[in-house]
Structures are given as structure tokens and as C-alpha cells.
């Protein structure tokens, strides 16, 4: 995977095609994310190894930031409701992937989030999952790039100097 520097917003991304549009509308949100989930803990992983942190436990608390279900709702729901100033745009079957997924009804239920933190957290991956699924992994990176851009951005505990993201 390319390194997260060198990966470029492509802004003259036209959108996903037909096949893709009826992926998107007919499939499980469960399954998108449960693969997306996956895609984008390898993508992570790789980043916090290119950081240079060394040591198993320290690569997992580095990745933790940024799969933790709290950051990844974080990051969705500014891209979903800052459209104009959010860093990359979503096209229509994005956004409306997005708002089903968070809808979907589901069983399962996070250890570490609240009900509502985990469905955006949820749809963030269901996002990835589904534009890997149907061959569109550069704009499944760059959304993934930005996103860990956006949770580097994101204050840390006790420092409110920074822009909120929620």
C-alpha cells in the first residue's frame, strides 16, 4: 500500500458505475462492514508501521486510535455533515449507503461504544467495504487517508485547542 503522504485526493472522481450503484443499494450493510472492518485495520496497521513505532503492544495502542469505533463516528459524521468543508466529497450512493447502514437494524452491540457511535461506526465501514467489494479501492484509500488524517486532527483528551470534529 502506497505510504499515506504520497496518496493524492483525486478530485475528478466521476463516482461509482450502474453495477457498482445496485451493490451498493442491494447488499447487506453487515457484510460491507464486516469486510471493510478488515480493509481498513490493514490499512492502519500498515500506517502505524511506516511511523516507525516499534513493538506489538505499542503498534496495537497507535492503531487503536484511529479503529476505535468512537473515531471512526467521528470522522463519518464530518464528512456526511460538512460537506462544504469537508476534505474530500461524497457522491450521492455514498452518503445514501451511509444513512441505510446506520439505519439498519442489527444484534450486535460494542463493548466500547454507545448504540449510536457504533451504526456510524458501522456505516464508515460498510463505506470502505463496499467500494472494495466492487473495485474501487483508490477511493476507498483516499477516504481512509483522509480519515486518519481527520483523527490526527481530532483534540486529545484534556486539549481543546483543537477543532472538534463531532
Not at 493524492?8 to 471493510?36: M, P, V, W
Not at 439498519?104 to 457511535?117: L, N, T
Request: charged share 35%; glycine share 4%; proline share 2%.
Amino acid at each position: 500500500m502506497e505510504n499515506i503522504k504520497n496518496c493524492e485526493l483525486n478530485k475528478n472522481y466521476k463516482g461509482i458505475n450502474e453495477d457498482g450503484k445496485e451493490f451498493f443499494r442491494l447488499s447487506n450493510a453487515n457484510t460491507l462492514a464486516f469486510l471493510g472492518d478488515a480493509v481498513y485495520e490493514l490499512f492502519v496497521r500498515e500506517y502505524v508501521i511506516k511511523k516507525g513505532i516499534i513493538g506489538a503492544d505499542n503498534l496495537h495502542k497507535e492503531a487503536v486510535k484511529y479503529v476505535k469505533a468512537n473515531a471512526q463516528a467521528k470522522v463519518i459524521k464530518y464528512l456526511v455533515r460538512n460537506l462544504e468543508d469537508s476534505p474530500i466529497v461524497l457522491t450521492d450512493e455514498e452518503i445514501s449507503l451511509i444513512k441505510r447502514t446506520r439505519n439498519h437494524k442489527s444484534s450486535q452491540k460494542s463493548r466500547s461504544a454507545d448504540p449510536r457511535e457504533y451504526k456510524w461506526a458501522t456505516a464508515f465501514e460498510a463505506l470502505i467495504g463496499a467500494l472494495w467489494q466492487i473495485g474501487e479501492q483508490d477511493r476507498a484509500k483516499e477516504i481512509m487517508r483522509v480519515s486518519i488524517e481527520l483523527i490526527n486532527k481530532m483534540p486529545k483528551k484534556g486539549n481543546k485547542k483543537r477543532k472538534k470534529y463531532e
